[in-house]
């Protein structure tokens, strides 16, 4: 799970932990289950710019404007297992899945048999979908519903409509991939897609790159659904 706005979340496992402290237990004990990555990187503002060293005075401003916030989330870095802090300047969270945290599909054996264990995601931020573009579907959730599954709630939905989008042929010489993304959602906020998923299709998905696809599937809230999954494929690796 990966996260862009769990100081919540973050309060109320810090107000657990006192608690299971109070009560006689061990508080290191409570951790999350599953790994969940955290950015901070949307509120750096622009005090500085059009001169030298703008970014370094940028990023010490950041970081004396929200000094508390920022302790509050080293420690949790340093305390919670499995819990990971990407501070500001380091890549906003759509960036952090697609280059660096994504695996698309793992491999594990179970039984003596090797099983190939697609990736999957949630998380608290309307463009989540990002990461479809690269064959990991993934979906946004709410505050309450990504705290429970720090530790080990499911989450749970109904099994989705999906709405299939077939492409053909591929994008001309000057048109960009935002072009398509405009395009597609203009057409798909025709249809009624509350609570439905999207699947991209066609031979025209080959021609895509993998950032090409990322641009189309960070629409999705644009265009009103869910998900706007791409399949997994030999352009699935960002690097291609």
Known sequence: MHDTTCGPALVDIAGMR????EAGGDPALLNPVVPVDVSTDHSVGVD??????????????????NAERYRFMKWATNTLRGFTVHPPGTGIMHTLNLERLATVATGKLVDGVLWAMPDTLIGTDSH?????GIGVLAWGVGGLEAESVFFGMPVTLRVPDVVGVKLTGALQSGVLATDLALTVTEKLRKTDLQDRYVEFFGPGVSALTAGDRAVVANMTPEFG?????????????IST
């Open 128 to 132: 989540t979908p990002m990461i479809n």
């Open 48 to 65: 500085f710019f059009g001169q030298a060293g703008s970014l370094e005075k940028n990023m010490a401003r950041e970081f004396d404007r």
């Open 225 to 237: 659904g869910n998900s706007g999954y791409f399949p997994i494929d030999g352009r699935s690796n």
């Open 18 to 21: 006192s608690a299971l402290a």
